[in-house]
């Protein structure tokens, strides 16, 4: 098993910025990639970025290239999603995802595990 916890979500005005992390512990070993998923109110979860553990590769929705960079510390376990130019529409419950197969997956199904969420609002 593989547990997962996010912080540093919270309110900050349009054009601000924000760094989320997310904790492994565990099997955190039998992971192969991470990913950041947000649901905003009345709408359905999304993909926002992944990374491999290994190489680091990264990928992301179009929505939020060039504002959002998504990190990891291997040593840490831990995984980041640095924030920049937060709009109104970033507003939402962002979930840190990990997969055991999948690589820059943006298909829910193919993670495993998942956090809680933290909210991150962002005011006109």
């Known amino acids: 098993q593989v547990q997962l916890v996010e912080s540093g979500g919270g309110l900050v005005q349009a054009g601000g910025s924000l760094r989320l992390s997310c904790a492994a512990s565990?099997?955190?070993?039998?992971?192969?990639?991470m990913g950041w998923f947000r649901q905003a109110p009345g709408k359905e979860r999304e993909f926002v970025a992944a990374?491999?553990?290994?190489?680091?590769?990264?990928y992301y929705a179009d929505s939020v290239k060039g504002r959002f960079t998504i990190s990891r510390d291997n040593a840490k376990n831990t995984v980041y999603l640095q924030m920049n130019s937060l709009k109104p529409e970033d507003t939402a419950v962002y979930y840190c995802?990990?997969?055991?197969?999948?690589?820059?997956?943006?298909?829910?199904?193919?993670?495993?595990?998942w956090g809680q969420g933290t909210q991150v609002t962002v005011s006109s």
């Open positions: 565990g099997r955190t070993r039998s992971t192969n990639a």
């Open positions: 995802a990990a997969s055991r197969y999948y690589s820059g997956s943006a298909r829910e199904y193919e993670y495993d595990y």
């Open positions: 990374i491999r553990w290994s190489g680091g590769s990264t």
